[in-house]
């Protein structure tokens, strides 16, 4: 049987594809108030600015590749059972080749009924207006997790982690929870990486290594050196 690799990404895997994270100097949240644009109130208050919001995010997805990180993590399905868990609403992974994505906080290129979650429907478009509605007759909203919204998938997420035989985290300030505390339920005793340019603390994670580069020459390097099997899991 494959080993299992799980990859923990944040907006920094995508970085380099030129969609901007969140926290760094010139990120989004720089630019809006989260409360603005990012919350059930937000969407109470102002709908039609949470819409376009979120439409330029999905106008620069669909224009957006995947680059050299979302290659190398696909790449390592060829000798790997490889999860990714990502906290990005892109597709990037996907159109990377990775077979198994799970998205802990929602899919920029779907829709949802307001008033039905189970509702949920792949975007023909690249923009939802006022006025989309779903086969319920309610305003279609992004299918985005929103802070202060529960996350559907964290417990999915947090199983896929503990079962992980080696453990990579890119490209995540680790400051959003719970998803950020879903890498503490990988097992002490199995190695981990964390690619980032930056210092991330991250609190207590036993048997990590810290791999200070972008994600694309990060995981490139960090792929070859196990598929080689100079890293054995
Ligand atoms: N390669 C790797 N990492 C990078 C790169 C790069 N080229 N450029 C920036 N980074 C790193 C930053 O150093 C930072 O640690 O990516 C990280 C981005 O952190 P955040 O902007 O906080 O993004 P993320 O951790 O994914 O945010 C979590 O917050 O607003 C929400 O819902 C949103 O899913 C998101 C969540």
Known sequence: ????????????????????????????????????????????????????????????????????????????????????????????????????????????????????????YPMKNREIKIGDKCEKGSQLRPHIVWFGEAVPNYELGINICHEAELLIIIGTSLNVYPAAGIVHYAKPEVRKFLIDPQDIPHGSIENLTSIKEKAGTGMQQLAERILSGEIVL
């Open 1 to 120: 049987m494959k080993k299992k690799i799980v990859v923990f990404t944040g907006a920094g895997v995508s970085a380099e594809s030129g969609i901007k994270t969140f926290r760094d100097s010139g990120g989004l949240w720089e630019e809006y108030d989260v409360r603005d644009v990012a919350t059930p109130e937000a969407w109470a208050k102002n709908p039609g600015l949470v819409l376009r919001f979120y439409n330029e995010r999905r106008n620069q997805v669909i224009d957006a590749k995947p680059n050299a990180a979302h290659h190398a993590i696909a790449s390592l399905q060829k000798k790997f059972d490889v999860h990714v868990v990502t906290q990005n609403i892109d597709d990037l992974h996907e159109r990377a080749g990775s077979k198994n994505v799970l998205h802990l906080h929602g899919e920029i290129l779907k829709a949802r009924s307001s008033v039905d979650p189970a509702l949920i």
